[in-house]
Every structure is written in C-alpha cells, then in structure tokens.
C-alpha cells in the first residue's frame, strides 16, 4: 500500500506537473543565475522560496523533480509498451508456428542477451546523436526510447514463448484448429489472453528498469538534452558540485529515482502473488 501511495503520487505529480509545480523549469525568463545552488529552505522575504533548494543554472529543485518524472516516467512506459508490442508478438509467432522460425528468433533472443542492456543501449544512442547532431528534441526521446526497446522485448519473447508452447497443445487449441480457425485468429482470441499474466507482471518489473536505464544513459550525455530537466540530468549536474557542498542537487534527484524503481518494483512482486493461482 505505501508503495502504491507513492507511485500514486508520483504518476499524479508528473501527469499535472504544470499545475503541482510552484515554478517552471522550462521558463528561461523565470530562471535568474543568481539563484544558483542556493541550498535548501532558502527563505527570501520572510517565506521559504525553495524548498529543496536549486541547481547549477538557477532552476528550482523541487520543480525539476516533478518534471523530471514526467520525462523518466514517459520515456520508461513508451519503452516498455514498444518492447511488450514486439516481444509478445515476436513470442507468440515463435512458439506457435515452431520449426525454422523458431529456431532463428530465439537464436536472435541469445545474441541480444549475449550484450549488456546498458551497451547495446549507449551504442544505439550515441550513434543515433551522431547521425543528428542537431536533431529535434522529440527526435532525441525517440532515440532513447528505441535504443531502451531493442534492448528490452527479448525477456517478453521468451516469456511468451514458453507459455504459448504449453498453451498450443491444449484441447481449446487443438478444437479450434479443427473447426476451421485460421492460425493468426486462434494466436490473437485464444493463446494471447492466456499468456498474458507473466506479461504483466514483467512489464510492470521492466518499467523500474527502463526508468533507470533512461536516468543512467542522461546522466551519461546520451539520453534526454541537457536542456531537460531529467532525473540522470540532474545527478549528473549535481556530481559536478558534490565535492564542493551543493549536496542536494544530486542527492534529491537520486533519492526520486530510487522511490520511482521501487515503488514500481513492488508493486510488480504484489502483482505477481495476485495473479499466481497457487497463493490464493
């Protein structure tokens, strides 16, 4: 339940940032270099201004926080939604037609997992700002996000692999196939609504996951511009002043980040106990 509150709280924040956040981190004419690395609780005319304090160029943390986790959070569920689409499918088409097809996507599944995530995702991302350097900023989010994906749908792939090779011997299978079903009509109406529950729960797992692989590739320069107020953005910005005093410019951000994973990586576990038949 206090998992749930915070990731409530979180999704709720980063959905109406515009209306929760006392500043806006994107409003270049409300930033002032004189307000930079001012500490937390800096009080000015007699009221706290802000509350978490800000960072290098003046931008007030608690906002860029909030902000921070609208991007973190958009980019990890676009990634995973773009790896469940392809995995699933990829999973589906491989344990139900089985033979040559089978034997190729999952010899693809070995090469892939064969690399760290955490590479095949820097190469992609670097190669990507390389080929457009002076790219679009939605440009450089489709990047991150299509370099998060490739690295991501072989888990959903194997997953539904194994439970359509156990799903496609069953009698419902094996009727429909009888009466005439088409192939494709059978994996779409009656295998895929029943290996659906591992899915799930592994979706919710690889959001955590996707979130911090997104933090790791900004805090990097790979990932988001450096214009954005992103979760890795700002634990990068703030390791450059660690040393010198100016903890809390990486410290909150780092501490928003290991909220978000875990509040989502249990809600993931309570997902998986309520959907396995044998601890009802």
């Known amino acids: ?6 990731a409530l709280v979180c999704i ?13 981190p994107f409003d270049l004419a409300t ?17 706290t201004k802000f509350l978490l304090g800000t960072d290098d160029q003046g931008r007030d943390i608690l906002s860029a ?22 995995g699933v499918s990829m999973g589906l088409l491989a344990g139900f037609r089985g033979g040559w097809l089978d034997a190729f996507l ?12 955490i590479l095949v995702a820097l190469l992609i991302a ?31 792939a194997r997953t539904v692999r194994g439970s359509t090779l156990v799903e496609r011997n069953k009698e419902y299978v094996q009727a429909a196939r009888v009466t005439g079903v088409a192939p494709l009509r059978i ?44 979760l890795g953005t700002l634990i990068g910005v703030g390791n450059d002043y660690l040393f010198s005093g100016e903890w809390w410019i990486t410290i909150f951000p780092g501490l928003m980040l290991v909220l978000i994973a ?7 576990d309570w997902l998986r106990d309520a959907l396995n038949p044998r601890l009802r």
């Open 1 to 6: 339940m206090v998992a749930a509150c915070i």
């Open 12 to 24: 709720v924040s980063a959905l109406f940032a515009d209306w929760v956040a006392p500043h806006n």
């Open 31 to 47: 930033l002032d270099l004189s307000d930079a690395r001012l500490p937390p609780a800096w009080i000015e005319g007699g009221s």
């Open 65 to 86: 926080l909030i902000y921070g986790s609208r991007i973190s959070l958009s980019v990890g569920l676009a990634s995973v939604i773009l790896s469940v689409a392809i």
């Open 106 to 117: 999952m010899r693809l599944c070995d090469v892939m997992l064969s690399f760290p995530a």
């Open 126 to 156: 670097g190669v990507g700002r390389a080929m457009f350097p002076n790219a679009h900023e939605s440009l450089a989010f489709g990047v991150l996000i299509l370099s998060i994906t490739l690295t991501g749908w072989v888990q959903y």
């Open 187 to 230: 994996m779409r109406r009656h295998v895929l609504p029943n290996v659906l529950g591992p899915v799930l729960v592994l979706a919710t797992i690889q959001v955590a996951t996707a979130i911090i692989t997104e933090a790791t590739l900004s805090f990097l320069g790979v990932g988001v511009p450096p214009t954005s107020p992103s």
């Open 262 to 268: 875990l509040s989502v990586n249990l809600l993931g």
